[in-house]
């Protein structure tokens, strides 16, 4: 295991934006304290390293969501290319294969400060019929929960599920083994193109470890304090006196 397993902050902000000017005016009402932030493909690849060295110069530890997904020797060499960048979590996909996820462990494994190494399952845009539809027949259940094994196996740090399976694969992976959940609504809000999801509360419940939350924090008229509830609604309901 590379880096620290404190579950605090749970909360990975989804930097989903089209330019920098949003992205950053969104930072600055957020606290390195209270969340991390999650740079995908599509911030990335318009403005590249120099803006996740921008938020970790903030103060924020940096998922570098990349899903990467190719031969054995492109992932592990992407891998290290984002450990170099420093950051603090990085992903790939499971269905790249098991010799993609052993190479990727051992060469991020000779580094001085590796990321976690987590592996994406089954997306939470996927229901059974998407998944049939691809040639993958079966549940996202049981299809979680083969991908799972096969990370655990090659040495991953844990997975991105839903939080629809996280209280199976907590179950079968065990206390150790890291759940990053995606697909998470707080109650009455919008859930959009996601299909598998559950409040912040009910993910934590099921085992999540940390939860990655774009749309609902990032539209909020108040960011950090949709930060804050959703803290509240973790920490459960204040103690009857
Ligand atoms: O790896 C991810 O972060 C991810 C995996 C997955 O299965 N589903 C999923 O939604 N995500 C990411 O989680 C974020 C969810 O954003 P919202 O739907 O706006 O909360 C997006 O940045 C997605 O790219």
Not at 50 to 63: K, P, T, Y
Not at 67 to 83: L, M, Q, S, Y
Not at 152 to 178: H, K, M, N, T, W
């Amino acid at each position: 295991m590379s880096q620290s397993l404190t579950p605090s902050p749970r909360i990975i902000v989804a930097l989903d934006f089209a330019a920098q000017s949003p992205a950053l005016a969104l930072v600055e009402r957020l606290d390195p304290a209270r969340c991390r932030l999650k740079v995908g493909k599509e911030l990335f690849t318009r403005l590249g390293p120099a803006f996740v060295e921008a938020l970790q110069r903030r103060g924020f530890e940096v998922f570098l969501d990349l899903k990467f997904h190719d031969i054995p020797n492109t992932v592990a060499a992407a891998c290290e290319a984002a450990a170099d960048l420093g950051v603090w979590m990085v992903n790939v996909h499971i269905a790249g294969g098991s010799r993609m996820l052993t190479e990727t462990r051992e060469r991020l494994s000779r580094m001085a400060r590796p990321p976690l190494l987590i592996g994406v399952t089954v997306l939470t845009s996927l229901d059974e019929t998407d998944l049939a539809a691809i040639g993958c027949p079966g549940t996202p259940r049981e299809r979680v929960l083969a991908l799972a094994r096969l990370g655990q196996a090659a040495g991953l740090d844990g997975i991105v599920c839903s939080p629809l399976e996280a209280a199976l694969a907590r179950a079968a992976l065990g206390r150790e083994f890291l759940l990053v959940t995606p697909g998470v609504r707080p109650a009455g809000v919008s859930v959009g193109d996601q299909k598998r999801v559950m409040t912040p509360a009910e993910a934590v419940a099921a085992g999540a470890d940390y939860l990655v939350i774009g749309r609902p924090i990032t539209q909020a008229a108040d960011p950090l304090a949709t930060i804050v509830e959703i803290e509240r609604e973790l920490a459960g309901p204040p103690a009857i006196p």
